[in-house]
């Protein structure tokens, strides 16, 4: 009894160090090494991705507000050109008006004194 078990135990301790069992291992290890490294590849990759993502956004963040920026700057100098426009009216119009009544009046004096 002894003796057989003993084979047995020396059977698999032999097939361990057998060639076609330690190449057996080493395309194991070289699979378990490889799809390792593909994994710290893709995780990598990924995480390339997420901090360009977070890029893209932050940026279209930027744009967003400069545009928002710029639509409120472009609406207040409207409002700016609007009412220097109606003052320009104004103040241009005023001296006209005040000229003519001025013409007018003078018209009417002389064609007064012409007449008596």
Not at 30 to 37: F, G, I, L
Request: proline share 2%.
């Amino acid at each position: 009894k002894a003796g057989a078990g003993g084979a047995i135990r020396k059977g698999k301790a032999a097939s361990n160090n057998d060639p076609l069992t330690q190449k057996a291992k080493r395309a194991k290890e070289k699979e378990v090494h490889d799809e390792t490294y593909a994994l710290e590849e893709y995780l990598t990759m990924e995480e390339e991705l997420t901090n360009a993502q977070d890029a893209v956004n932050s940026n279209i963040r930027a744009v967003t507000n400069r545009y928002q920026h710029l639509t409120r700057t472009l609406k207040t100098k409207q409002r700016d050109c609007q009412t220097a426009t109606s003052w320009l009216v104004i103040v241009l119009t005023v001296p006209f008006w005040m000229y003519a009544a001025i013409f007018v009046s003078l018209s009417i004096n002389t064609y007064k004194k012409d007449l008596g």
